[in-house]
């Protein structure tokens, strides 16, 4: 059965955040592996650009583990198709006049907007958005945030 509502954030997500809600935290969450995934080698080169770009600097923030490697590949594939779309549109253009006359816009504004939107939903989840950085207190902040008395105070311990 599907859940209803806002699907949960994890619980590492909330102790970054500092736990704003101040529920309870789920104690039992499954932890992955901290080891750095390995960028697949299908993915296209854009793609693996963008993995080689970001992958460390999400890793070193606990943002990204063994388990997050499919999710963090459609992110980048996403990336990569979106980019190879407006560089399209960007030399092309958006509509072209067809044999009868018409104006019509090309394929790549639909893959444009597909892909922006896999890569928008995807990056939201890892915290490569404004609005979802803003939400994370990373390094040192973290942990004091992550105190004991805090989690006392949440009703944690």
């Known amino acids: 059965m599907a859940q209803r509502g ?3 954030k994890p619980t590492a997500l909330k102790v970054l955040e500092g736990n704003p809600g101040k529920r309870p935290l789920n104690l039992y969450e499954p932890a992955p592996e901290g080891n750095l995934p390995e960028c697949p080698a299908w993915l296209e080169e854009e793609a693996k ?3 080689e770009r970001l992958a460390v600097p999400m890793h070193n923030l ?7 490697m499919a999710a963090f590949a459609a ?3 996403a990336y990569a198709r979106w980019k190879e779309a407006e560089e399209f549109i960007s030399q092309h253009g958006s509509i072209v006049k067809t ?3 018409f104006w019509q816009q090309v394929p790549q504004v639909t893959i444009s907007h597909a892909n922006q939107k896999i890569m928008l939903q995807a990056a939201a989840e890892f915290g490569l958005t404004p609005s979802a950085r803003s939400r994370i207190i990373a390094g040192n902040a ?3 945030q ?3 008395m805090d989690m ?3 009703g944690v311990i």
């Open 75 to 77: 992110y980048c594939q």
């Open 6 to 8: 806002r699907k949960p």
């Open 142 to 144: 973290a942990q004091d």
């Open 146 to 148: 992550a105190s004991e």
């Open 62 to 68: 606990g943002l990204l583990t063994e388990l997050d």
């Open 99 to 101: 044999k009868n006359g």
């Open 49 to 51: 650009a963008e993995w």
């Open 152 to 154: 006392i105070l949440a």
